[in-house]
């Protein structure tokens, strides 16, 4: 079964500062890695995501590796801003069965002006 | 290209009535998925479904839950007599296949509250 987990649970940074989420999963065999981020009450937005193929993607200054054989990810923020404040949850899409997204619960992030 | 529509987005239901939640996903898209948020956790699967099948129902709880995709029209989460527990985010996604080149698209969600 796909366990995926994300540390730290919580992150508040100052202004300015570049940060790393991490993500783990338990199962190697993934199509994808998925990055969203989720503002409060509000939906899903897809940030980044990444092919089993691939090692990382990058859009502005969020950048995303992926180690599959390891089983980590880490989504890369660079010079945060206030505005980066969310949830950002990380998920993968299994192979085989359903080929479902499984979701880790999350970090919390707070850029503090 | 419009995408994954979920209504109600909010809904208030007094315990022991029955929510329903809709979903109308992309066009072109045979594949649903419903996930349940609740407060301060990620989101956990609940069900699978294509076209007029329960593909995987490994994370619907077993009693008051039911989910259908027909033929025609949106797919529909139902829960019957609710209880407080089940007030949480409910999202629906959608994909054109399976496979891992076939992206999974979110609705915004519906958000349900139990009084």
């Known amino acids: 079964k796909q366990e995926v987990t994300q540390i730290p649970a919580a992150l508040s940074v100052p202004e300015g500062e570049n940060l790393v989420l991490n993500c783990s999963f338990t199962d190697s065999a993934i199509y994808n890695l998925q990055w969203f981020r989720q503002d409060p009450g509000k939906g899903l937005t897809s940030l980044l995501l990444?092919?089993?193929?691939?090692r990382e993607q990058t859009s502005g200054r969020l950048n995303a590796s992926l180690d599959k054989s390891s089983g980590r990810s880490t989504l890369y923020i660079a010079a945060s801003q206030p505005g980066d404040s969310a949830t950002y949850l990380c998920?993968?899409?299994?192979?085989?069965?359903?080929?479902?997204?499984?979701f880790g619960k999350g970090t919390k992030l707070t850029v503090n002006p | 290209n419009a995408g994954v529509m979920q209504n109600p987005r909010h809904l208030v239901r007094r315990r022991g009535q029955e929510a329903r939640l809709r979903c109308s996903p992309m066009?072109?898209?045979?594949?649903v998925y419903w996930y349940r948020q609740l407060p301060e956790e990620g989101l956990k699967f609940m069900v699978y479904l294509q076209k007029e099948n329960i593909i995987d129902e490994s994370g619907m709880p077993k009693e008051r839950f039911s989910a259908e995709f027909p033929k025609e029209g949106p797919s529909i989460l139902r829960i019957q007599q609710v209880v407080r527990g089940d007030s949480a985010a409910y999202f629906c996604?959608?994909?054109?296949?399976?496979?891992?080149?076939?992206?999974?698209?979110f609705g915004e969600g519906s958000w349900l509250t139990v009084v």
């Open positions: 990444i092919q089993s193929s691939q």
């Open positions: 066009k072109g898209h045979s594949h």
């Open positions: 996604a959608s994909s054109p296949g399976q496979g891992g080149g076939n992206t999974i698209y």
């Open positions: 998920a993968v899409r299994t192979q085989g069965g359903s080929e479902k997204l499984v």
